[in-house]
């Protein structure tokens, strides 16, 4: 399977994946992966259909959707399932668990570590037939996801080098539709130049964090104070992931340099992991919760990852 998130933010690109594109809102398939995953991911751990249906109608999921999202993702292969007599049970599979995983690690780590840049750009130029319509989607959905933008229609840039990562992810273009460079920029001090910056939108991109901030940073307060708890915790948990997780594809941590003057990229990270782990006890908490009176005995295997942990994956 392919990362989700191609599918996701961009709904045009035909990647493959089986699990379930983010629509407009909370929709119930999306909220139940990211709610199995961010409970279970390491271990898989089977949870009971009535706690998910549960957790589910703490966003506003009626009982009825929940089950027909559950049986959807099982029939994709995302869950699979077990009875025990009249209750029957869902985890992940095991390609849906590594799947996660790696986008997980991949949203984890942004903005980890400062990083640097040699001043060159890699360059991807492709030209498939009109006919070929959905393979060209898809490779854009591709390099998009490997932090490329495009400068021109045929001609995406990163500053990224090339590595491995984007060489297996690009190996099934038609052979003979794709030259790849490894160039710096010519300033040509001309009105005709173009920076490979300008790929980007940038003030969309500042918006973008500008927006972020203003909807989660008033949150920390209540927090570090240890105010909230219950569903609210994995309300909250479940949807700042879902907020911050656009943003390593929106800014795939472009070159300080280029950029205007404190660039928010730091700052949106702290804050994501302040009240991602933050509520990570009280959210494992009510879930455990949930689970054990579904089941009528102790959850096992029930575990609120970190920030870290998914980092380490």
């Known amino acids: 399977m392919k990362l989700f998130e191609i599918e996701e933010i961009y709904p045009d690109v035909d990647g493959g994946s089986r ?3 983010r629509q407009a809102g909370n929709s119930p398939q999306g909220l139940a992966t990211t709610l199995v995953a961010d409970y279970t991911l390491p271990t898989r751990a089977w949870l009971p259909s009535a706690a998910v249906t549960t957790l589910l109608g703490e966003f506003g999921i009626t009982s009825g959707a929940a089950r027909t999202a559950i049986s959807r993702l099982a029939r994709r292969g995302v869950l699979e399932s077990s009875r025990d007599g009249r209750r029957s049970f869902y985890r992940l599979t ?41 393979q060209r989607r898809s490779l854009r959905g591709q390099l998009r996801w490997l932090g490329f933008a495009p400068l021109y229609d045929g001609l995406w840039v990163s500053p990224d080098p090339w ?46 964090y500008a927006a972020f901030d203003r909807q989660w940073r008033p949150l920390l307060r209540r927090v570090r104070a240890g105010r909230i708890a219950g569903a609210a915790a994995v309300r909250a948990r479940t949807e700042i992931m879902d907020a911050y997780r656009h943003i390593p594809l929106l800014d795939p941590q472009l070159p300080l340099e280029l950029l205007p003057a404190g660039w928010p990229r ?41 920030v870290a942990v998914m980092a380490a994956a």
């Open 19 to 21: 699990l379930p594109r």
């Open 94 to 134: 095991s390609d849906a668990a590594d799947e996660l995983s790696a986008g997980g690690a991949w949203i984890a780590r942004f903005a980890e570590q400062a990083r640097t840049w040699d001043g060159t750009w890699t360059l991807v130029a492709f030209s498939l037939p009109q006919e070929h319509g959905t």
């Open 163 to 208: 590595n491995p990562t984007v060489a297996g992810r690009l190996a099934e273009v038609t052979p003979g539709a794709m030259t790849v460079f490894r160039a710096a920029h010519v300033d040509l001090a001309a009105s005709a130049d173009r920076n490979p910056i300008e790929a980007w939108d940038i003030a969309a991109i500042t918006e973008h």
């Open 266 to 306: 730091t700052q949106a990270r702290e804050v994501f992991v302040e009240i991602y782990d933050g509520l990570a006890e009280q959210a494992q908490r009510h879930v455990l919760d949930v689970v054990g009176r579904s089941s009528g005995e102790p959850a096992a295997g029930i575990r609120a990852h970190t």
